[in-house]
T-cell receptor, first 116, second 115 residues
Framework: AQTVTQSQPEMSVQEAETVTLSCTYD???????LFWYKQPPSRQMILVIR??????QNATENRFSVNFQKAAKSFSLKISDSQLGDTAMYFC?????????????FGKGTKLSVIP | DADVTQTPRNRITKTGKRIMLECSQT?????MYWYRQDPGLGLRLIYY???????NKGEISDGYSVSRQAQAKFSLSLESAIPNQTALYFC??????????????FGPGTRLTVL
């Protein structure tokens, strides 16, 4: 079974600064995807970024980028130029493509607060 | 307009009652999922369906049942609700595009309280 660990229950960052959220995962699989989802106070789950394990290049979406270290099983999220609207819970998630279900295994989340 | 809708958005019920949560999507996706979110535990998979005739149990299916009425509709039922089923419930959809990523898109969630 896969596990996803987010070691930072809460973090804060000043507006316009950069913050990095950590995520590690444990798997024996080689074919998988990784995701970061954002859950603002509205409770909607919003996809932030995704990474295919077979790709060496780190994914980037505007102000959001990842540092994917496959050997270390690490998948951190960097948010640049933080904005007040980035305040939310952030969940790291793992999808094992070999399992057949395509289910997502989530970490427990990191609560990020952006301070004006 | 939302691509994935859930009804109701909030529900309070009593122990022993039967309750149904509904999910509809206009994304045209084949795959639909039900997840449960508890504080401090992230989301966990209850059931999933890859098409109308395909229903599968997830990690925590005990006490739940589902119905895939059509490609666009996937309902979750609690036959006899109990207090530890108090949680936030999410429906999600996905569609595996050739060469793409099976990304799941979530509905707005249903907050269920069982007294």
């Amino acid at each position: 079974a896969q596990t996803v660990t987010q070691s930072q229950p809460e973090m804060s960052v000043q507006e316009a600064e950069t913050v990095t959220l950590s995520c590690t995962y444990d798997t024996s699989e080689s074919n998988y995807y990784l995701f970061w989802y954002k859950q603002p106070p509205s409770r909607q789950m919003i996809l932030v970024i995704r990474q295919e394990a077979y790709k060496q290049q780190n994914a980037t979406e505007n102000r959001f980028s990842v540092n994917f270290q496959k050997a270390a099983k690490s998948f951190s999220l960097k948010i640049s130029d933080s904005q007040l609207g980035d305040t939310a819970m952030y969940f790291c998630a793992f999808m094992n493509l070999g399992a057949g279900s395509y289910q997502l295994t989530f970490g427990k989340g990191t609560k990020l607060s952006v301070i004006p | 307009d939302a691509d994935v809708t859930q009804t109701p958005r909030n529900r309070i019920t009593k122990t022993g009652k039967r309750i149904m949560l509904e999910c509809s999507q206009t994304k045209g996706h084949d795959r639909m999922y039900w997840y449960r979110q508890d504080p401090g535990l992230g989301l966990r998979l209850i059931y999933y369906s890859f098409d109308v005739k395909d229903i599968n149990k997830g990690e925590i299916s005990d006490g739940y049942s589902v119905s895939r009425q059509a490609q666009a509709k996937f309902s979750l039922s609690l036959e006899s609700a109990i207090p530890n089923q108090t949680a936030l419930y999410f429906c999600a959809t996905s569609d595996l595009v050739a060469g793409g990523t099976d990304t799941q898109y979530f509905g707005p969630g249903t907050r269920l309280t069982v007294l």
